[in-house]
């Protein structure tokens, strides 16, 4: 079955530094990659995809690769900011198939 | 383009009552809505995947009896908590794909809906 793992725990960091959050999944077919974001008492909001291998996403100076000989979907941004501070969750769907598998999600906290 | 509206955003009632949210795709048809249940610092349980003219198709483990879905129309599901009781209290966020293009239209989330049962 399709799976999506995410790291462990919440992320603190500090104003302006580089955020990195790991995504690694399991699929049968050929999945679509997507992260979202949720703020606090919000919906998910998608922020950035990709649909095949080698794809770059991005959005809002966030960035993700599909990384097919590792099966990962790692989000990274260079510089964030406080504003930065939600819950961001990977996700994958197969094609024709209408669900959505989503890992469990990753708190990131930004400190001025 | 692509927002999904969600109502109520937030709901307390008594237990027993029967609460009903809306979830309307507001500039984009869409023959698939998603219905989801969310914990505090949970992910995201898909609930049930709702057509547009057709039955709902339940996940494994969600009563249809008490969570009923109706998607009448291209823009509009609904999902009722029947009698509801503090263990259905919840974050339910539904979601809406467009009907144009490939199966792997990205979702488009609605605010949620948090439901408090007294």
């Known amino acids: 079955g399709n799976s999506v793992t995410q790291m462990e725990g919440p992320v603190t960091l500090s104003e302006e530094a580089f955020l990195t959050i790991n995504c690694t999944y399991t699929?049968?077919?050929?999945?679509?990659l997507f992260w979202y974001v949720q703020y606090p008492g919000e919906g998910l909001q998608l922020l950035l995809k990709?649909?095949?291998?080698?794809d770059k996403g991005s959005n809002k100076g966030f960035e993700a690769t599909y990384r097919k000989e590792t099966t990962s979907f790692h989000l990274e941004k260079g510089s964030v900011q406080v504003s930065d501070s939600a819950v961001y969750f990977c996700?994958?769907?197969?094609?024709?198939?209408?669900?959505?598998?989503f890992g469990k999600g990753n708190q990131v906290v930004v400190i001025p | 383009g692509a927002v999904v509206s969600q109502h109520p955003s937030w709901v307390i009632c008594k237990s027993g009552t029967s609460v009903k949210i809306e979830c309307r795709s507001l500039d984009f048809q869409a023959t698939t809505m998603f219905w989801y249940r969310q914990f505090p610092k949970q992910s995201l349980m898909l609930m049930a995947t709702?057509?547009?003219?057709?039955?709902?198709?339940?996940e494994q483990g969600v009563e249809k009896d008490k969570f009923l879905i109706n998607h009448a129309s291209l823009t509009l599901s609904t999902l009722t908590v029947t009698s509801a009781h503090p263990e259905d209290s919840s974050f339910y966020i539904c979601s809406a794909r467009s009907s144009i293009g490939s199966d792997n239209q990205p979702q488009h989330f609605g605010d949620g809906t948090r439901l408090s049962i007294l």
């Open positions: 990709a649909t095949k291998a080698d």
């Open positions: 699929a049968t077919g050929y999945p679509s």
């Open positions: 709702s057509n547009e003219g057709s039955k709902a198709t339940y």
């Open positions: 996700a994958l769907s197969t094609n024709g198939n209408n669900r959505l598998a």
